[in-house]
Every structure is written in structure tokens, then in C-alpha cells.
């Protein structure tokens, strides 16, 4: 007779788990994306505080430090890359947690923890280079950060400059040209 495995029985999800995954995550999006769209028009010759007050709005909001957040600990590929204090992973109430600690009136009080040093081969030579690690908390407050300064950026950049810039491309640029 052939051995029978029993049927795997999942155990009931972790309530904290399913809020955190129940957030509206699309509504959070909108809302990041319309205020990032508001800081990108407002980039005008003598409109600078608007843009900085677009940002320090976008910075405080809710939404975009979840967002920022779930990035850092669920989308990014260095997700289980631990900092200097050693935290892997982020269980869903400390992503809350994290959340209210990277908001811009917290971080006069917070001290910044030092990047971890990892040495990595350079590519095609036998030499090495650092790679700094930041913490989990570091990584959420620079993604922060970035939302709120790309639209700046991007609506200062030149219309055919691809280097480097997110949802450009520089190696279909030569067919757009020639097309």
C-alpha cells in the first residue's frame, strides 16, 4: 500500500496580516500619483514653495509612508537584506510601526544608525568596491524621500535624456528618433 500524506492544514492567517493586506493599496497609489502630478506642474520658474510645500504635504501624507513602507519591506529585491541591526524581515505591525516613524516630524529625534559595509567584486575585474546596507528604517525614509523629490526632478530633465531616469529607455530611444 502507498504511503498517504495527510492533508496539510494551513493555519488560520495572522489578523494583522490580513489588515495589512486588506489596506487600499490602489486608493493609496491615486493619491500618491496625484500629489506627485500636482508637485510636477507646479515645477514652474517662481513656484519653488509651492513645490516644497507639495512635497512636505506628500512626505506627511499617510499614504505615501505606507507606500514607502511596503516597498522597502515586500517589493524591493533587497527586502531580506539585513542593516547593521541585523532586521531581515518586518512582520505586518511593525510595518505599521514603521510607517509612523518615518515621518518627517520624527526624524529630528531619531539618530541615523551607520550603513553596513559589504565588499563586492567589480564586474570583469578581480578587484572589490564597498556597497553600503542601510537599515530597514533608512530605506523607508530614502523611499519617501524619492517620491517626493522625482516629479521635481523629472519635469527638470531634458525630454530626450535617458539615462538613468525610471520608466525610460535608452536603448529603444534610436527607434523613437528614427521613427
Excluded at 496580516?17 to 489596506?23: D, F, M, Q, V
Excluded at 505586518?92 to 518627517?104: G, L, T, Y
Aim: hydrophobic share 35%; proline share 9%.
Amino acid at each position: 500500500m502507498a504511503k498517504r500524506k495527510a492533508p496539510k492544514i494551513k493555519p488560520p492567517p495572522d489578523p494583522e496580516s490580513e489588515a495589512w493586506n486588506k489596506l487600499p493599496w490602489r486608493k493609496f497609489e491615486q493619491h500618491v500619483y496625484r500629489i506627485q502630478k500636482r508637485i510636477y506642474r507646479a515645477n514652474k520658474p517662481g513656484e519653488s514653495r509651492k513645490v516644497q510645500k507639495l512635497q512636505k504635504l506628500l512626505m506627511k501624507s499617510e499614504a505615501s509612508r505606507l507606500l514607502a513602507v511596503r516597498r522597502v519591506t515586500q517589493d524591493n529585491q533587497g527586502k531580506k537584506t539585513a542593516g547593521v541591526d541585523g532586521v531581515k524581515s518586518v512582520k505586518p505591525e511593525q510595518r505599521r510601526e514603521m510607517a509612523k516613524a518615518i515621518h518627517p516630524a520624527c526624524w529630528k529625534r531619531q539618530r541615523v544608525k551607520p550603513v553596513r559595509r559589504v565588499w563586492i567584486p567589480k564586474p570583469g575585474k578581480a578587484e572589490q568596491r564597498p556597497l553600503g546596507i542601510p537599515t530597514m528604517m533608512e530605506r523607508g525614509k530614502q523611499a519617501l524621500v524619492k517620491m517626493a523629490l522625482e516629479p521635481e526632478w523629472e519635469a527638470k530633465f531634458e525630454a530626450n535624456s535617458y539615462g538613468f531616469r525610471e520608466r525610460h529607455d535608452a536603448v529603444k530611444m534610436p527607434l523613437r528618433l528614427s521613427s
